[in-house]
């Protein structure tokens, strides 16, 4: 082996190299750590889950973080928070979108009648002139009685609504309890 000399200055700037490289490995390295800690923390509540991701990266680094990718779950708690509340707003669109209870098709919630079977869908209030559900026997708006609008002495409303339709489809169409009671 010949003695090959290596200048002096030549090997220092080497180690410099060498200590910063070392250095932005490490920097790398933990910013990765970092990183996935937040990124699976954002997506789990699962303390296994985040403890597992986290070291999976400090053991493995960028080989870790690929493994993380690839099984880190779709959405974040954000996106399925978000999406469940559009869900909720769908549902109630839909529940609103209320059917005649005699034809089955779709009406509007200001119709007082239906325009295809004629079934009388709302009655308005005599005093204000609001529209109010046929069950009703008060009006919300001015809080007058809405009884006489039936031309029924009795304030059961069961027997009113059987005049119009079943009470069955009724019911379906309007899922809240009678509240007669109540007044
Ligand atoms: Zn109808
Ligand atoms: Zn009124």
Known sequence: MPDIQIPNS??????????FAAAFMIALWVSMIIWTFRDVRSRSRDVFAILLATLMVVVFGPLG???YLLLRPRETLAEIYERSLEEEALLQDLEERAVCPGCRRKIETEWQVCPDCHTILKKTCLNCGQLLHLRWNICPYCASPAVDLTGHDDHRHDEYVEEEVPVEEVREAEPSPPNTEAF
Do not use: E, N, P, R
């Open 10 to 19: 030549v090997i220092v700037a080497l180690q410099i190299f060498l200590a």
């Open 65 to 67: 973080l690929l493994l």
